[in-house]
């Protein structure tokens, strides 16, 4: 069974500064891309950033420049460090790990959310 636990949201105020965190625990053999995604209500779900297993990353054209992913591939965990935030940033943001093979099974799986609010 594998899972993936994000961390790290919270209330900040705008100008400031957030790390989350997104670690894959089970049997994993492999993970390709990693990333993170968000969505307010009433919207859908959109890409923020995502890498590769190999490090390439890719970025949503709004936090350019701002956020920065990373990965841990020993410790299966994706980080998004997340600066110079502003209120349009406010969102439930997801991890999420693609084609993750476990030996048996090889297919995505998703966080379960972790609130970011910017606001002063």
């Known amino acids: 069974q594998v899972q993936l636990m994000d961390s790290g949201g919270g209330l900040v105020q705008p100008g400031g500064s957030l790390r989350l965190s997104c670690a894959a625990s089970g049997r994993i053999l492999r993970i390709n891309d990693m990333g993170w995604y968000r969505q307010v209500p009433g919207k859908q779900r959109e890409l923020v950033a995502t890498?590769?297993?190999?490090?390439?990353?890719n970025y949503a054209d709004s936090v350019k420049g701002r956020f920065t992913i990373s990965r841990d591939n020993l410790k299966n965990t994706v980080y998004l460090q997340m600066n110079v935030l502003k209120p349009e940033d406010t969102a439930v943001y997801f991890c999420?790990?693609?084609?993750?093979?476990?030996?048996?099974?090889?297919?995505?799986?998703w966080g379960q959310g972790t609130q970011v609010t910017v606001s002063s």
């Open positions: 999420k790990a693609n084609q993750v093979w476990t030996g048996t099974t090889r297919r995505d799986y």
């Open positions: 890498i590769t297993s190999g490090g390439s990353t």
